[in-house]
């Protein structure tokens, strides 16, 4: 399994941006897909964005599209998410993930990744 560690959250107001970053270690960062789940409190875990080993392929939730975007650099073993036009209903728990799938596979569920980093805590202000 990969070790994955976010960084980048914080307290944002409404209509502002942060981008996280996710280090990752102990696997061929260049081997495998990863993606950006959020949690909420009191909800469920939910996808947000994933991206394929070379970038080549992307999958957003519908909440995040066009405002949210994934990237990686495979040279530093990095993910990043990009957020932009921040609202209030983005306030999450934001975890990076990598992915048990084929490598150009963006799985869009929790079962598509068996490898999560610690959390960073998104806060938007109104």
């Known amino acids: 399994q990969a070790q994955l560690v976010e960084s980048g959250g914080g307290l944002v107001q409404a209509g502002g941006s942060l981008r996280l970053s996710c280090a990752a270690s102990g696997r061929t960062f260049s081997s495998y897909a990863m993606g950006w789940f959020r949690q909420a409190p009191g909800k469920e875990r939910e996808f947000v964005a994933a991206i394929s080993w070379n970038g080549g392929n992307t999958a957003y939730a519908d909440s995040v599209k066009g405002r949210f975007t994934i990237s990686r650099n495979n040279a530093k073993n990095t993910v990043y998410l990009q957020m932009n036009s921040l609202k209030p209903e983005d306030t999450a728990v934001y975890y990076c993930?990598?992915?048990?799938?084929?490598?150009?596979?963006?799985?869009?569920?929790?079962?598509?990744?068996?490898?999560w980093g610690q959390g960073t805590q998104v806060t938007v202000s109104s």
């Open positions: 993930t990598a992915s048990n799938r084929p490598p150009a596979f963006v799985g869009t569920t929790g079962t598509d990744y068996d490898s």
